[in-house]
């Protein structure tokens, strides 16, 4: 079965980084799109970035756009989430999902799409 699994995440200070991981399993990662999603408590669930494996095209929130970069290893058959100059506000449950690709590129706002979900990994910044 297809499945994404999350994994990164942790404590770190305001500025520090972390680089979130998301393994996909059952799918050739190549034919799917990945995003990224989180949720803080008390908050909606909001796109972060996405990105279509094939070719590596790729957006962001406007909130992380500078700070974060996605990135994908098709042959590991995983998409990476590098966070840098984390603030709290970046606190959250983080997410990823996948979805077959149906164009060369994705928007973060797009979530009903995204078939297969993980567990989700929690980052949590504070000092």
């Known amino acids: 079965q297809l499945h994404v699994v999350e994994s990164g995440g942790g404590l770190v200070q305001p500025g520090g980084s972390l680089r979130l991981s998301c393994e996909a399993s059952?799918?050739?990662?190549?034919?799917?799109?990945i995003g990224w999603f989180r949720q803080a408590p008390g908050k909606e669930r909001e796109g972060v970035s996405c990105?279509?494996?094939?070719?590596?095209?790729?957006d962001y929130a406007d909130s992380v756009m500078g700070r974060f970069t996605i990135s994908r290893d098709n042959a590991k058959n995983t998409v990476y989430l590098q966070m840098n100059s984390l603030k709290p506000e970046d606190t959250a449950v983080y997410y990823c999902?996948?979805?077959?690709?149906?164009?060369?590129?994705?928007?973060?706002?797009?979530?009903?799409?995204?078939?297969?979900w993980g567990q989700g990994t929690q980052v949590t910044v504070s000092s």
């Open positions: 999902a996948a979805m077959r690709t149906v164009v060369a590129y994705c928007r973060v706002r797009t979530s009903a799409a995204y078939n297969y």
């Open positions: 059952g799918f050739t990662l190549d034919y799917y799109t």
């Open positions: 990105i279509v494996s094939s070719v590596g095209s790729a």
